[in-house]
C-alpha cells in the first residue's frame, strides 16, 4: 500500500493543465516543516518539499483556490521522480499524486468555506483506492 498524509504550505501557485485526453491536472509545491531538538538542547527545523499532482476535479478546486502560503491536507500517492540533470549529477522530486486537498485556514481547523471540496476524492487514470482514511479531527494532536 502506498498512502502518504501531509499538512503544509503552499510554495508557489498552482499550475493547471490538460491531458491529451482532456483531464485537467493542477500541480503546486507544499513545503512540510519539522521542528525538533538535538541531545545536546540544540533546537533545528527541517524541511521536506513535495510535488502535489491534483486530477479532475480536486485539479479544478486547487487551481481556483490554492494559493502561495496557504495551509493545506493532501493525501495521496508518493512517487519519486529521479533524473540526471545538465550537469550530469542525480536529481529527484519527491511527488503527491493527490486523491483529497482539504484546504486549511490560519487555526489549523478543515476549512468548511468552499462547497466544491468533494467528501469524495478524484480518482487520476481510472485508478481507484479501496479504502478512504479519513482525516484527523484536531489537526494540532497529529503525531508528526
Known amino acids: 500500500m502506498n498512502k502518504i498524509l501531509v499538512i503544509g504550505n503552499v510554495g508557489s501557485d ?9 483531464t485537467a491536472v493542477t500541480s503546486f509545491s507544499l513545503a512540510t516543516n519539522r521542528v525538533y531538538t538535538t541531545a545536546s538542547g ?3 527545523e527541517e524541511t521536506e518539499w513535495f510535488t502535489v499532482n491534483a486530477w479532475g476535479r480536486e485539479a479544478e478546486n486547487s487551481n481556483q483556490y490554492v494559493t502561495k502560503g ?5 493525501e495521496g500517492r ?3 521522480d529521479t533524473w540526471t540533470g545538465n550537469d550530469g549529477q542525480n536529481r529527484f ?4 499524486n493527490a486523491d483529497r486537498i482539504l484546504f486549511l485556514d490560519r487555526s489549523g481547523e478543515f476549512s468548511q468555506a468552499k462547497p466544491e471540496e468533494s467528501a469524495q476524492p478524484s480518482e487520476p487514470n481510472n485508478q481507484s483506492d479501496t479504502t478512504e482514511a479519513a482525516p484527523p479531527e484536531d489537526v494540532e494532536d497529529l503525531p508528526w
Do not use: C, D, V, W
Open 14 to 22: 498552482p499550475e493547471m493543465r490538460y491531458t491529451p485526453n482532456g
Open 42 to 44: 540544540e533546537r533545528r
Open 70 to 74: 496557504m495551509k493545506i491536507y493532501a
Open 78 to 80: 508518493l512517487k519519486t
Open 93 to 96: 522530486r519527491l511527488q503527491i
